[in-house]
T-cell receptor, first 112, second 117 residues
C-alpha cells in the first residue's frame, strides 16, 4: 500500500530565503508525483507534475525533482515571498491504480 | 469557465441524519474523487469513480455512499453510520483511464465544511 510522508510538518522562513520541502513515498511504481498548494479553507491547486519517466519540472521560482529509486521528491522554492505562505502537499499515483495518495502537507509561513 | 462546483459550502448535520454533498464538473473528465481532510491533516480518499455507473471504495468508505449516474455529477452522502463526520470534504476530477493520464493533473473544487450539531 502506497504511503506518502512529508517533512517538515511546518516551516517558517524570512522573506527572500530559498527553501526545500520533502516528500517520500513507499512504492516506486508510480505514474506521476504531483505538488499542490492549499490556502486555508480552500481546495488544492496543482503546482507541478513530474511523470514517472522525468527527473524534474520547473515553473517560475518552483522546481520539483523526482528520484524513484530512493522514493523521494523535493520542491525547491527560490526567493520566497509572503504570498508563498500556504500548505504544500505532494501526491503519488501508483501504477495500475488511478488513486492519488496524499502526504499530510508542509505548512509554510514566509515572514515579511 | 470550466471547473468543479461543490455545494453547499457549509453544512450542519444533526445526530442520526443523512446529508448529501453535491459535486458537479464541466471538464468532461471521466474520473471523480471524494476526499476528507481533518484539521492539520492530509487528504484521505473516501470513494472514487472511473466511469459512469461504477465506483470503488477508498481508504475510509465506511459511513459514506456515492452514486455516479451522470458523467458530470458525483454526490456524496454522509450517513448516520459515520460517527465522526465533522471535516472538510473535497471533490476532485481527472481525465481518468486514458493514455494521457500520466501527464494530466487532478482538479479540485473549493470544498464543503460539514459540522455535527
Amino acid at each position: 500500500k502506497q504511503e506518502v510522508t512529508q517533512i517538515p510538518a511546518a516551516l517558517s522562513v524570512p522573506e527572500g530565503e530559498n527553501l526545500v520541502l520533502n516528500c517520500s513515498f513507499t512504492d516506486s511504481a508510480i505514474y506521476n508525483l504531483q505538488w499542490f498548494r492549499q490556502d486555508p479553507g480552500k481546495g488544492l491547486t496543482s503546482l507541478l507534475l513530474i511523470q514517472s519517466s522525468q527527473r524534474e519540472q520547473t515553473s517560475g521560482r518552483l522546481n520539483a525533482s523526482l528520484d524513484k529509486s530512493s522514493g523521494r521528491s523535493t520542491l525547491y522554492i527560490a526567493a520566497s515571498q509572503p504570498g508563498d505562505s500556504a500548505t504544500y502537499l505532494c501526491a503519488a499515483v501508483t501504477s495500475g491504480t488511478y488513486k492519488y495518495i496524499f502526504g499530510t502537507g508542509t505548512r509554510l509561513k514566509v515572514l515579511a | 469557465d470550466g471547473g468543479i462546483t461543490q455545494s453547499p459550502k457549509y453544512l450542519f448535520r444533526k445526530e442520526g441524519q443523512n446529508v448529501t454533498l453535491s459535486c458537479e464538473q464541466n471538464l468532461n473528465h471521466d474520473a471523480m474523487y471524494w476526499y476528507r481532510q481533518d484539521p492539520g491533516q492530509g487528504l484521505r480518499l473516501i470513494y472514487y469513480s472511473q466511469i459512469v455507473n461504477d465506483f470503488q471504495k477508498g481508504d475510509i468508505a465506511e459511513g459514506y455512499s456515492v452514486s455516479r449516474e451522470k458523467k458530470e455529477s458525483f454526490p456524496l452522502t454522509v450517513t448516520s453510520a459515520q460517527k465522526n463526520p465533522t471535516a472538510f470534504y473535497l471533490c476532485a476530477s481527472s481525465i481518468g483511464r486514458d493514455r494521457k493520464f500520466v501527464g494530466n493533473t487532478i482538479y479540485f473544487g473549493e470544498g464543503s465544511w460539514l459540522t455535527v450539531v
